[in-house]
């Protein structure tokens, strides 16, 4: 089972961006549908974007669609978020997320996550 590891979140004003990375362990990470989630204050885990095992084909929640871009390397073991036009919604902590097999949004059929990274976004 792969393990991943966030980093790159902080604190950015609304309008700007930031780039999330996600680091996973193991030999078999094409193998992984990759996801991010994210958590605000007070509220559900949600959706925000997946990508599948070969990085052809990307899923938005139409709260980020335009704005955000989910990629990965599989040389590297390695999935971003690049987040741009941030608003001050966007606010919480992000989790990148694993599931061997098929692409899915939702946060059940994801078995691997990280301890995930704050993002803050000041108005």
């Known amino acids: 089972q792969v393990q991943v590891v966030e980093s790159g979140g902080g604190l950015v004003q609304a309008g700007g961006s930031l780039k999330l990375s996600c680091a996973a362990s193991g030999r078999t990470f094409s193998r992984y549908a990759m996801a991010w989630f994210r958590q605000a204050p007070g509220k559900e885990r949600e959706f925000v974007a997946a990508i599948t095992r070969s990085g052809g084909s990307t899923y938005y929640a139409d709260t980020v669609k335009g704005r955000f871009t989910i990629s990965r390397d599989n040389a590297k073991n390695m999935v971003s978020l690049q987040m741009n036009s941030l608003k001050p919604e966007d606010t919480a902590v992000y989790y990148c997320?694993?599931?061997?097999?098929?692409?899915?949004?939702?946060?059940?059929?994801?078995?691997?996550w990280g301890q995930g990274t704050q993002v803050t976004v000041s108005s």
């Open positions: 997320a694993a599931r061997e097999g098929i692409t899915t949004m939702r946060i059940v059929d994801y078995n691997s």
